[in-house]
T-cell receptor, first 108, second 114 residues
């Protein structure tokens, strides 16, 4: 079976740093993806990790530990436009298994 | 920008009616996914196709749902008969082979069954 867990909701302040955690248990694993979804819109690709370690992309970074079944998305210098849901997805042979998403509220 | 086009954007229908949702993948993409998103379940994979062939539809209720790709430019998801529990946003996504960072989602069809 597939089990992807992430917090339901988080709140952070503009300009701050926030870390969104994701744990996964899947039968088969090829990589871990993060998507951003604004309310009423389609998910958009942010990052993915195949190997252990940190991948950095501007203000966003993603980390993976395969042995621990754990990933996190780090958002730096938060902006109001970062208010959205962040979806963690485990990838296995052409299939994505999504968590329920973490709704991030960025406050002034 | 190339985009995945889904129609209709919104659909309200009565229980028991047939619903057809359409997806036009990005030109050249050979992999198409159908997902359903609800508040309770999040994003669930319903079916996916590669080179128009269905590779997996295990996430789809077989008795009422069907997915097809009549040609490379059109994917359809049909519900017959529809039920209130089918109310959700249905997303189509397309990509090229295993270029997993290149998968693009459409804007979705918001279905309400009353």
């Amino acid at each position: 079976g597939q089990n992807i867990d992430q917090p339901t909701e988080m709140t952070a302040t503009e300009g701050a740093i926030v870390q969104i955690n994701c744990t996964y248990q899947t039968s088969g694993f090829n990589g871990l993806f993060w998507y951003q979804q604004h309310a009423g819109e389609a998910p958009t690709f942010l990052s993915y990790n195949v190997l252990d370690g940190l991948e950095e992309k501007g203000r966003f970074s993603s980390f993976l530990s395969r042995s621990k079944g754990y990933s996190y998305l780090l958002l730096k210098e938060l902006q109001m436009k970062d208010s959205a849901s962040y979806l963690c997805a485990a990838y296995n042979f052409n299939k994505f298994y999504f968590g329920s998403g973490t709704k991030l509220n960025v406050k002034p | 920008d190339a985009r995945v086009t889904q129609t209709p954007r919104h659909k309200v229908t009565e229980m028991g009616q047939e619903v057809t949702m359409r997806c036009q993948p990005i030109l050249g993409h050979n992999t198409v996914f159908w997902y359903r998103q609800t508040m309770m379940q999040g994003l669930e994979l319903l079916a996916y196709f590669r080179n128009r062939a269905p590779l997996d539809d295990s996430g789809m209720p077989k008795d009422r749902f069907s997915a097809e790709m009549p040609d490379a430019t059109l994917a359809t998801l049909k519900i017959q008969p529809s039920e209130p529990r089918d109310s959700a946003v249905y997303f189509c996504a397309s990509g090229m082979d295993d270029r997993v960072d290149g998968y693009t989602f459409g804007s979705g069809t918001r279905l309400t069954v009353v």
